[in-house]
């Protein structure tokens, strides 16, 4: 008889589902950090689990730096809402479904 499968975290849930090029309509970011290094730590972990993290560099308003952990490119809010929840679920952080916009100048 076959062996019950074990759950286990399925990264490709969240993996990039671009198509022709053209960004994403909807990404997962997981995180946002004034600190480089504390991005790099949670991307990195994410990374070793499987999952295809990056982080990204923006600057707010008031000229404040963000480091930015995001996974993932999704064509529909529903594609995207069902990737954060499997996210939330398996690795335990926090996830929100945003809409990417180009990298502000450094």
């Known amino acids: 008889p076959a062996a ?3 759950p286990e975290a399925t990264p490709v849930t969240v993996a990039a ?3 022709s090029g ?3 309509d ?5 995180g946002a950090f004034a600190l480089e290094p504390n991005a790099r730590k949670l991307a990195d972990h ?5 999952y295809d993290a990056m982080v990204l ?3 707010d308003h008031d000229g404040r730096n963000w480091f930015v952990v995001r996974a993932g490119g999704y064509g529909t ?10 996210l939330r679920e398996a690795e335990q952080v ?13």
């Open 77 to 86: 809010a529903e594609e995207a809402a069902a990737a954060a929840r499997h």
């Open 17 to 19: 589902q671009q198509v």
């Open 22 to 24: 053209a960004p994403p």
């Open 46 to 50: 994410l990374n070793q689990r499987g």
């Open 57 to 59: 560099h923006r600057r």
């Open 94 to 106: 926090p996830v929100m479904v945003v809409h990417p916009r180009p990298p502000s100048p450094v």
């Open 4 to 6: 019950a499968a074990t």
């Open 26 to 30: 909807f990404v997962l970011q997981l």
